[in-house]
């Protein structure tokens, strides 16, 4: 912005602020700023332009702050355009990955320039890449449609989908769906209805599909059961990567959606469900509905899903029972009292005189009645199973 037109500015800012500067306006200065905000003004320029009471609060501020001179805009940067955050071989990058991932976001850019090292943790800030991307138009908008029908997975287990949908009403009790397919052959590993669309619940289905057909390479749902904090860390126990946006395609899930759709117009909407007393013969009726499925020539794979799965198997990771039974136990950080104690779902539990002062991580069946935890040091040794101390008033 050229000198001239930095000082009419500040100028005709001065004009709008004077009244109350010199104590002609005899009203509050909220009133004042309400007042300009009323109606649009004409700028220097001859344009109009509308602004916020708070606008000219700052500007009254800046104005006492420095004088005239608080009023003046800001000086164009030299380097407008160009992230100072973000390094010339930064920048390159960044071009680079929009041009060889067309629907790649700034999210997954900013992940690669750290992950190939052409930034530095904390050196620059995912919003340097967007702003950068914005300016120069690389963000490209209403992206063509993606012709999704050729891609898959090349082995069983390398990504497992999950999704979560309403189900039908058991007496008056909605339900809903959690499902999880594997993407490449199309096998559905999970599948249960509930009352609640809850983290536990979620997890339990993980953890059925996990006992049975082993561990995925790669997890990702868009279904918010599906994303906490706990669920991310115990696949990270299990050794499954939680992908944040589909490696492929961010939109859509478009196989679980239509393993719904097949359920949903082949059973659940010819099916009476005023016949189900419970969710448990719901679900004994999905278990076989199920089967078939999994059993049954799919008709874009041209292969029945389970035997397509079981073509791979010997790269399948599977772990014992014990194994995953730990990897789903939930944790928390708690420090241990001078006598002592830690305080876990209101409860005091007792643990080694040693640990003193110390943070401990608490790990405990969600489930389950929690009566007794296991405790572990902040580098994951195994301390102890602590008991709660029972108090007099839990005999009453």
Not at 162 to 167: F, P, T
Not at 248 to 275: H, S, V
Request: a negative charge.
């Amino acid at each position: 912005m050229e000198e001239k037109t930095r000082e009419e500015l500040a100028q005709f800012k001065y004009k709008l602020l004077e009244p109350i500067l010199t104590g002609e306006f005899k009203g509050s200065n909220e009133e004042y700023y309400r007042m300009l905000a009323s109606k649009p003004l004409t700028m220097p320029d001859g344009k109009t332009a509308s602004y916020k009471p708070m606008t000219f609060k700052s500007w009254h501020m800046n104005y006492r702050k420095d004088g005239l001179a608080g009023l003046y805009p800001p000086k164009s940067r030299s380097d407008l355009g160009s992230p100072r955050a973000l390094n010339d071989k930064a920048l390159e990058a960044v071009v680079r990955f929009k041009h060889d991932f067309p629907y790649i976001n700034s999210t997954d850019i900013y992940k690669r320039l750290l992950a190939e090292g052409i930034i530095a943790p904390g050196e620059a800030g995912i919003l340097a890449v967007m702003r950068f991307m914005c300016i120069h138009g690389i963000k490209k908008r209403g992206a063509d449609p993606v012709d999704r029908r050729t891609f898959e997975m090349a082995r069983g287990n390398e990504l497992w989908e999950a999704h979560v949908s309403e189900g039908p009403v058991i007496g008056i009790d909605k339900t809903f769906l959690v499902s999880i397919m594997d993407d490449y052959s199309r096998l559905v590993v999970g599948a249960k209805f509930y009352f609640d669309d809850t983290e536990l619940n979620a997890q339990e289905t993980l953890k059925s599909a996990v006992l049975k057909y082993g561990v995925p390479q790669m997890f990702h749902s868009k279904a918010e059961s599906f994303n906490d904090r706990q669920l991310k860390r115990i696949c990270a126990t299990l050794g499954a990567t939680v992908a944040d946006s589909k490696p492929y395609d961010a939109e859509e899930e478009g196989k679980l959606d239509r393993f719904y759709r097949i359920f949903n117009d082949r059973w659940l909407k010819p099916e009476d469900f005023q016949g189900y007393a419970d969710i448990e013969s719901l679900n004994h009726a999905l278990e076989s509905h199920a089967e078939i499925y999994n059993n049954r020539e799919h008709s874009e794979t041209k292969a029945v899903p389970r035997t397509r799965w079981l073509e791979n198997l010997d790269a399948v990771a599977f772990s014992d029972p014990k194994s995953v039974d730990e990897a789903f136990l939930h944790r928390a950080t708690r420090k241990v009292s001078n006598v002592a104690t830690i305080i876990f779902d209101a409860m005091p539990f007792e643990v080694p005189f040693s640990l003193r002062g110390k943070k401990v991580e608490v790990r405990y069946k969600p489930e389950a009645d929690r009566r007794e935890i296991l405790v572990y040091s902040e580098e994951g040794e195994f301390l102890c199973a602590a008991p709660n101390i029972f108090r007099e008033s839990d005999y009453a």
